[in-house]
């Protein structure tokens, strides 16, 4: 038992001394240079639901539903989330699960209509649908390239830089 702790604390002050020195390297902070993103990254949910898109452009076009319709379900989403935000930060329990057994059974019924709007009118949609998935997969790999693309040019300018380190 000793012998491992005299072990770790060896190995602890070599790890110590040995960080250390490098630390105390002389560092210009002027050689320090930081890479500003150009583009705003994006996350794969910020590409949203391209079929839910796709079929809302659809009832639209077949006008089975109206711009003041889907503005006011907006409106009430936007009234929703700042209703839970409000009993969140009262902090009262109770009525926070209730609310939210509220809105999902609201929104289990929403999801109920749709579905039976798609099977209503499923020969129209599905080539819709099937072109809203290859668009979401276009865009999916589109972003994924320039993903690749950028992480490709950090490596060449990495590697720039470390040859120009090296050279002076």
Known sequence: MTKTILKIGVLSAFLAA????QANENIDLDDVTMEVADKKMRHAR???????????EFMLEKGDITQEELE????????????LKALKEAGDE????????????????????????????ADELQTVIEQAKQEAKQAREEAKEERE????????????????????
Request: aromatic share 2%.
């Open 72 to 83: 006011a379900r907006k409106t009430e989403r936007e009234a929703d989330r700042a209703a």
């Open 46 to 56: 910020s590409l949203g639901s391209p079929i839910r898109e796709a079929v809302t």
């Open 18 to 21: 040995s960080l250390n020195v």
């Open 149 to 168: 693309q950028r992480r490709q040019d950090m490596r060449e300018k990495k590697k720039e830089r470390k040859a120009q380190q090296q050279g002076e």
């Open 94 to 121: 109770d009525a926070l699960a209730i609310k939210k057994e509220e809105l999902k059974a609201k929104r289990d019924a929403q999801r109920e209509q749709m579905k039976a709007y798609k099977e209503a009118n």
